[in-house]
């Protein structure tokens, strides 16, 4: 079984109009799971959807055998459910340390969980004292991690980590991804750069409309000439 599992999703932000339109997915225990579209194909709101932030009008979200579509989206990340927005998912005027000691106290309220966190991210650590405002973009998405990771989720979803990062940050975000993934944690990932997340994710879906329109390992999507083509923005030599 399945460790999540999303069942014929629907989802939107005014009545009678679905973003999400019957998108059914699921994330096994220790896998990254990629969702990969073009623009406007719904990927930011299939996974605020299941994070609680967009509201649901039909299907299910399964975590770990128990129903948490109408779960609060406070009350998620206590099932073991969390979530990195794209933006604003630091507190800027609280050092690094602080955004840490917040999730922290909330969930855990011990230290431990934020030396662990330190030892994940060691650059993190470096700069512990430091406003999290002061911090690179990718420093950020580390600490927004970090700050979800401390409350150990089983599952981690983001949204669009390298947004807006440099090629050197966008390396090290996903390699601290892939890490996590090591720890156990399933991650599920919306992102723009294909090529950077198919190189890193072991399944991928191509979302278009609102829901799943392919699925297939992560290594071999980038490789299919009409996925490339069509969905990824990526013409393969020799395609007509």
């Not at 194909?41 to 770990?64: C, E, F, N, R």
């Not at 917040?102 to 512990?128: K, T």
């Not at 997340?197 to 980038?222: F, M, Q, S």
Request: glycine share 10%; net charge negative; charged share 20%.
């Amino acid at each position: 079984m399945s460790l999540l599992t999303v069942s014929q999703l629907e989802a939107g932000y005014e009545p009678g109009l679905s973003i999400v339109k019957g998108a059914s997915i699921h994330a096994d225990k220790g896998e990254i799971v990629v969702i990969l579209g073009p623009n406007g194909a719904g990927k930011s709101s299939l996974i605020k959807a299941i994070a609680g932030i967009v509201p649901v009008t039909g299907g299910s979200v399964v975590l770990d055998g128990e129903d948490i579509t109408a779960v609060p989206a406070h009350l998620k990340i206590r099932k073991g459910l969390a979530f990195v927005p794209q933006t604003e998912n630091v507190f800027p005027l609280m050092s690094v340390e602080e955004n840490l000691a917040v999730a922290a106290g909330v969930f855990r309220g011990a230290a431990a969980p934020i030396e662990e966190m330190f030892a994940l991210f060691p650059d993190l650590a470096r700069q512990r004292r430091l406003a999290a405002g002061s911090l690179s973009g990718g420093q950020r998405q580390m600490l927004a991690c970090a700050r979800a990771l401390i409350v150990r989720p089983g599952v981690l979803m983001l949204d669009e980590p390298s947004a807006g990062l440099s090629p050197k940050f966008v390396e090290q975000v996903f390699a601290r991804l892939v890490e996590i993934r090591a720890s156990g944690v399933t991650i599920v990932l919306v992102e723009q750069n294909a090529r950077a997340a198919l190189a890193i994710g072991d399944r991928a879906y191509v979302l278009v409309e609102g829901r799943e329109a392919h699925e297939g390992p992560a290594k071999t999507l980038w490789d299919d000439p009409l996925i490339a083509e069509l969905y990824l923005g990526h013409r393969k030599e020799g395609v007509q």
